[in-house]
Every structure is written in C-alpha cells, then in structure tokens.
C-alpha cells in the first residue's frame, strides 16, 4: 500500500499535493495520520491564538486570581475606569495618535522626495542608500536611544510631544523610504516622458502623474509608520517619559503594577488600528510595489 | 518645398557608446517617414532625439526652420506615441485625452467637444469614461495615438507603435494609421524593424545601420535598387552567391565554375568595379525571384541555356535541392549553389538530390561587387 503510493508519486514526478497528504504518507495515512495532523493543527492555533485569548479573557475580567483556571467574575468595571474622563487612558490616546499623525506627516515629507530621487538612481547608489537606513535598526536599540536622550535634555527638548515625533521618524525612516522607492520605482518613466511630451513641466509631471501613480504605495507607507509610531516603546520611554505617556507606556506601566485588566484593554485598543490598516494596506499595496521593497 | 522637420548632422552617444554618428534628414509638410532598422541601429535614439528626450552631442534640430537642439520636450511641437502606449493609469480615456488639452488652457465645453471628435475618429465611442487598464492592446494603441493627436502637434512621433499587438490587429492598424494620417494631413516620423510595415505605412524609408542612415528613398526605390548589400538583405533579397568577376575587353566576366558558368555581361558599373580591383561579386536574390527547372545530367552551359530558353534575359546557376517545404501557395526549396544554400520557391515541387538549373531575369537580382582582402592583395 505504501510503497504503491510512493511508486505514483514517483512516477507521476510530482510532489504531494499538500501539507495534510505529505503528513499522511509520512505516517502512513489513515486514523494515525489524520490524528498527528489534528494534534498539529491544535498545537498551532495554541501557539498563535493562546496569548490573544488570554489577553480577551483579562479584559472582561473583574476577579480573577491563581487557582482559578478561569476568571471568577466578569464585567465592563475596567472599560469604565480605562475611559472615564478623569482617566489617563484617554489622554495617552490622545498623545499616541497625536505623535502618530506628526510622525507620518513628518516621514512622509521626507519620504516623498527621497523616494522619488531614491527611484530614478541607478542600482548600486540605490541599494547603498537605501541599506544605509537600515543603520539605526542594525545598533542596539537603547544606546542609542540613550544617547538621543541625553542630547536632547541638553536642548530642552526632553518630554515634549516633537521629542518623541523625531525619535519616531528616525524608527519609521527606513519603512517609509523603502517602501516609497518602491512605489515610485513601479511608476514607468515612459509615463512621466508623455507628460513632459504632451506639454507639462518637470513640476507638474511628478504632481499630475508621478505621485498620483504611487499614491497608493505612499498611502501603505505612511499605514507602516503611523503603526510602528503606535506600537513604538522604547525610544518613547527615554526620550518622552514622565512628561509624556502613549499607550504602550500606559500598559507597560499597568501590566508592572499587574493591573492586568487596564494592560489588556490598552493591548485591544492598540490592536484595532493594527487589524483595520491591515485590511487597508493589502488593498493599496499592489504585488509589483511589494515586489521592489529595497530594490 | 521647406522642410517641415530638418534634421543636421546629429550623433549622440550612451556613454562611450556612440548611437548615432553624424545622421541628417529632412522631411516635407505632411510626410511620412519610416526610419527603418534592426533593434541597436539608433533608430529609437534619433526619434528620442528629435522628440527631445535625448540631447545629441553635435548637431540641430529644426522644425518649420526653428533650432529645438536646447528645448525640452515640453517645449517642442511634437507629440509621441511609444512603444508601451504609456498611458497614465490612474486616469480614464477622457482623463488621458483631456491633459494635454488642458495644459493648453482650453475649456471644458470645448475639451469635451474635441475628445469626442477624436474619440469617433478612432472609432473609441462610449469608452471615455472607461479606465485605460481596462482596455484591450488595440483600444490602448489608439488611445494613446489620440492622445498624441488631440494636441494637434506639428510633428506626430511614432515608436514601433504595432510591436506590442496582435500580428492580425496589427495588419489592420496598418492601414488605418496610415489612411487617417493622410486624411488629416500630419506629418509623422515612423520607427520600426519591421520592412513591410515601414514600406505599406510611409512614403519615405531611411534605413538605418550602426547609427547612421544606409540609404534614404521611396520604399520602391529602396525595394528595387538597393545601394548596398546591407539594405538589399534588409529588403528581403536575403539569397546571397559569390561568384568571381574579372574585366576583359570592356566586359564585366563573372563565374567561371559548376555553379555559375563563366559569362560575360554588358554592365558600366561591374566593369568599373572590376577595374578598380573588385575580384568577387555577390549576387543577392528573393526567393520568389528566381525559377527552378530540372536538367537531368546536362551540365554544360549550352546544355543549361537549352533548357531554359532566352538565356541572355538573365543569369543561369546551377545547383542541387538540398530540401523541400510548403509553408502555402509554393514549395519552398532550399538548394546548394556552389556550397551555398539559398532558398527558392517554386510553384512546382523538386525532390530533393535533384539537379536544377535557377534561371533569374535582369532586374530580379542585386549585384554588388566585392573588394575583400584576397582582391587587394591582388
């Protein structure tokens, strides 16, 4: 039996057609092979699925302590303390999109023109520069933090609201150039060429044709960078703390104190944009943008 | 008659690379020219060129007796439809047409009323409001040609606008192109590779080889009394026979093997050739130029002149079928010349191993006379 499939699958010069077959020939196939799939599949959703329901379960809970496989008491007792006026869940809500926004603004303005000039390199200058914003991810993250930190206590620019925008615009840099070069790389320069034909300048090429045609991919850049601003922990913490608190920090501070409802609550609340500009970016990001990310 | 566009003197390089090397034209109100070559001749280039995309390194070029050398392409009379239409993406038809209209300052009552017209021109009615990427290759190719129409340019620029389509929508546009070209009166610059798309679309062939233009002429005359080897092969008189050529008593001889029978013809230009030192001669023929008849064993030259009646209305060789195929309407033979192949059709088939005799009358063939290195040294 087994070594008839084998011989097929030999002779036909084909690969097994997928995961759940090649788990069944490995195992033989029948009751044993389907149960080995079952338990991996299992094992799977557990890895992906346990943090998060973990996390629900937290955020609908009023009581719940060691013991107890599941919380004693449930409720919206926390919802309210999180969102209520006097609450600093809405304040930090209010800075963390504020920074998010500026940061977006700022990187994109950047981005844009990088971008633009980035695309119309030729190759080797290209992927140099383009690797070279790579530099500040490849140094340990808090030194380097540190550093920008103690530079801008000098200044007197520590716990301000641009503080943190700069030290964000530095970490979504290099999502928003790359993915910006990319976009405008998928433009066809015929296109800017029958513009400049037809009439128009080199100024209103770019803005009537070059930009229009990589607004999408500009559009799932500034998405990277308004939630990488979001999630962003570390440069916010040694650059913007105490003056400044964004929720990430809000839920750092409430998990250390293990106040494990509000750390949960900010946890969705911060996973809702993430969910939804998903959605958004794999409709904007078209295959042959993504294709030329860091080419 | 002035010159619409003039081109003088123009070469421009990539590098260190030089595409065009020293190229002049000119070109007369509402002509059409083909500029005709295999891909690298600098074909593209000059067009880029003249549209303004490529600044030569020497010389002009004038349109209605302007200098444009310095202008970009903004700045020019001209308008392009290229090879990949470029048509912008993120714009429908109407947006496509109306831009340049707009750029213009035109109103939009009267962008409108023109776009229409164009658009029944071009036969696209009722796809103005259509995305351009939700277009077939022909409707893309003619919205692109309306777009570069609609402006109303003094100089249309075309760069292999047909390669990207169907060979059958490609035959028809042909055509078309070129009939609503005349009808309009505009005067175009036409590139392509391909001879009999340049010959049916334009008045005027320049074809072009290793940046310069080789000859410059009707199509017919380019057909007929190519100036050259290269431009008679590029024409389609790709058979090629070497044979001898000697001088004697102010006759041109030629020949003088199995092959080709030593003969003598009545020709000023041979005998000049041959008195300047060429040694070799090329004979360059179409396949459907020459006639095949079978002779048997005869193989003397009286034996062949008998076979075929009239010899002196043309040339005899001799030769052997190497191989037969029917690609429709005639056999096609391939038949070993003196240890040359060439391909000959023939509307009777002949076995292969059999021995013929190919009969071309003057004027069906090309001769070239060679001076190569063996000759000099003579």
Redesign the interface.
């Known amino acids: 039996m087994k070594h008839s499939r084998m011989n097929a699958s030999l002779q036909s010069g084909l690969p097994p057609r997928s995961m759940a077959d090649w788990v069944r020939d490995k195992t033989g196939g029948g009751i044993v092979g389907t149960l080995a799939l079952a338990l991996a599949i299992f094992v799977f959703a557990l890895i992906i699925f346990g943090p998060l329901t973990n996390m629900l379960l937290w955020a609908v809970t009023e009581r719940w302590y060691f013991p107890h496989t599941f919380p004693l008491q449930y409720g919206f007792e926390f919802w309210h303390r999180v969102f209520k006026p006097t609450g600093n869940a809405v304040e930090s809500l209010q800075y963390s999109l504020m920074i998010a926004v500026f940061t977006v603004m700022f990187c994109l303005s950047l981005a844009v023109p990088a971008g633009y000039a980035l695309a119309r390199l030729r190759l080797p200058a290209r992927a140099l520069i383009l690797l070279l914003f790579l530099v500040p991810q490849a140094f340990p993250n808090i030194p380097v933090y540190i550093n920008i930190a103690r530079l801008f206590y000098q200044f007197g620019w520590h716990g301000t609201v641009p503080a943190v925008v700069l030290v964000h615009t530095l970490h979504g840099m290099v999502y928003a150039v790359w993915i910006a070069t990319a976009a405008f790389s998928a433009v066809d320069p015929e296109c800017e060429a029958a513009a400049r034909d037809i009439g128009a300048g080199p100024i209103r090429t770019f803005f009537t044709i070059s930009f229009p045609s990589a607004f999408p991919g500009l559009v799932a850049s500034g998405i990277f960078v308004f939630l990488e601003s979001l999630d962003e922990f570390t440069g916010t913490y040694f650059v913007g703390a105490p003056e400044i608190t964004t929720l990430p920090m809000l839920m750092f501070r409430a998990g250390m104190e293990g106040n494990y409802q509000v750390a949960s609550i900010t946890a969705l609340l911060l996973l809702v944009p993430s969910v939804l500009f998903m959605f958004v970016v794999e409709r904007f990001l078209r295959a042959d943008v993504l294709a030329g990310v860091g080419r | 008659m002035a010159s619409l566009l003039s081109v003088q003197n123009v070469s421009a390089s990539y590098g260190r690379q030089r595409v065009l090397d020293g190229v002049s034209l000119e070109l007369p109100e509402s002509g059409f020219l083909a500029l005709l070559g295999r891909s690298g001749c600098g074909k593209t280039t000059l067009l880029r060129v003249i ?3 490529i600044a030569p390194a020497h010389g002009r070029v004038l349109i209605d007796g302007q200098d444009m050398t310095s202008l ?3 700045k020019r009379p ?3 439809v ?1 090879q ?1 239409y ?5 714009m429908t038809v109407h947006g496509n047409l109306a ?2 209209l707009r ?2 300052g035109m109103g939009k009552a009267e962008i409108t009323r023109r776009i229409d017209e164009i658009l029944a021109l071009l036969q696209l009615d009722n796809l103005a409001d259509r995305n351009v990427t939700a277009l077939s290759g022909g409707q893309r190719q003619r919205v692109a040609l309306g ?2 129409l609609a ?1 109303a340019p003094r100089l249309l620029l075309l760069d292999e606008p047909l390669s990207n389509l169907d060979a059958r929508i490609r035959l028809d546009l042909r055509h078309e192109i070129r009939s609503l070209l005349k009808r309009l009166g505009i005067t175009a610059v036409h590139v392509t590779h391909d001879r009999e798309e340049a010959m049916v679309m334009a008045d005027q062939l320049a074809l072009m080889n290793d940046g310069q233009i080789v000859q410059f002429g009707a199509p017919a005359a380019l057909y007929d009394h190519p100036a050259n080897s290269f431009v008679a092969d590029f024409m389609g008189a790709s058979n090629v026979i070497t044979v001898d050529l000697a001088v004697s008593g102010g006759m041109a001889m030629i020949g003088g093997d199995d092959a080709c029978p030593r003969r003598e013809i009545a020709d000023a230009t041979l005998v000049r050739a041959a008195s300047q030192g060429a040694r070799r001669l090329d004979i360059r023929f179409r396949s459907v130029s020459a006639r095949l008849s079978e002779c048997g064993d005869a193989k003397t030259p009286a034996a062949a002149a008998a076979v075929a009646p009239g010899a002196n209305a043309g040339l005899h060789l001799n030769g052997t079928i190497e191989q037969v195929t029917y690609p429709g309407d005639v056999y096609r033979h391939a038949v070993n010349i003196g240890g040359r192949s060439v391909l000959i059709d023939d509307a009777k088939r002949f076995e292969e191993g059999c021995k013929v005799s190919v009969f071309m009358p003057f004027g069906a063939f090309h001769l070239f006379p060679r001076i190569d290195e063996q000759s000099r040294a003579a």
């Open positions: 549209g303004g995309f970009p392409p903004e001209t308008a392009m290229f990949s470029a048509l912008w993406p993120h831009y340049g750029l213009r777009r570069a402006v």
